[in-house]
């Protein structure tokens, strides 16, 4: 498996942004209603809502040659999305905020694509917190048309259908079971591992992949998850010995903790 880009995104109005570099000129304005599935279009932009007022948060994307497989039962959401790329370079960032500047930039090929958005353990976040354990994990796909197959996005997984929430499928497992999840190749399954780990309050686990794992994204998401958790001497550590984004956010959430 190929590694994926990743890029710590910094949610400002309850959103971030997939968009063309060409796009400089957006009011805001979409041409759907974003409340509904918490998707918002316009033209070259996709404006991924959460739950989330403002904040860093992880975010995942994988670049495809034609649609992929279907998604994990792990994600609690999946939406698929159109945009267009007329400059070839696609970024990701927070909207209207410094903190997650420059986000990932990458060139693309000028075309048509689809995104697919997969969500994943939006149950740690209370709605209008700026804090939690989730991440998105995004994939970028050709559109097979001309002209978008999609008129406005597409309802892969409604979050309503929570059957295989990760909190169900990982929450129950034998915590050495789960300590082996936790050294997966794939970032996003160790993230929501971290979650799992954190409600089964194995703190001093979920502190030692905020401060070693490879993946600055996983790294952020443990911090989050022991937040959650309000784990505060774990966070301290973290605090202390991390610098930049990371060891920032952990003193934001030391200080919101009561």
Same mark, same amino acid.
């Given at each position: 498996?190929?590694r ?23 009011? *805001? ?7 509904e599935?918490?998707? *918002? ?35 609690c ?11 070839g ?10 903190? *997650?500047?420059? *986000? ?145 956010t ?9």
């Amino acid at each position: 498996m190929s590694r994926p880009l990743e890029t710590i995104a910094y949610l400002s109005d309850y959103r971030f942004l997939l968009c063309d570099a060409a796009t400089t000129e957006w009011q *805001g304005e979409y041409t759907n209603s974003p409340g509904e599935e918490g998707i *918002g279009l316009a033209s070259g932009i996709v404006a991924i809502l959460g739950p989330r007022t403002q904040g860093p948060v992880a975010v995942f994307l994988e670049m495809h040659s034609s649609r992929p497989a279907d998604p994990a039962p792990r994600f609690c959401k999946v939406l698929e999305a159109p945009i267009r790329i007329r400059s070839g370079t696609l970024r990701i960032l927070g909207e209207g905020n410094t903190e *997650g500047q420059p *986000g990932l930039e990458f060139s693309v090929e000028p075309r048509q694509y689809i995104v697919r958005i997969s969500y994943a353990d939006l149950d740690t976040v209370e709605t209008g917190a700026s804090h939690g354990a989730e991440h998105y994990w995004l994939e970028l796909y050709p559109d097979s048309e001309s002209e978008t197959s999609i008129p406005e996005y597409r309802v892969i997984r409604p979050y309503e259908y929570l059957e295989h929430a990760v909190t169900e499928l990982l929450s129950p497992m034998d915590v050495e079971e789960l300590h082996w999840l936790a050294q997966d190749p794939s970032p996003s399954v160790r993230c929501s591992c971290i979650v799992a780990l954190a409600r089964q309050k194995q703190f001093k686990a979920v502190q030692h992949l905020a401060l070693n794992d490879s993946s600055r994204c996983v790294r952020m998401v443990a911090v989050g998850a022991l937040a959650m958790m309000k784990a505060r001497d774990y966070l301290e550590m973290v605090s202390d010995r991390e610098t930049g984004l990371i060891g920032r956010t952990a003193r934001n959430h030391l200080n919101n903790l009561t």
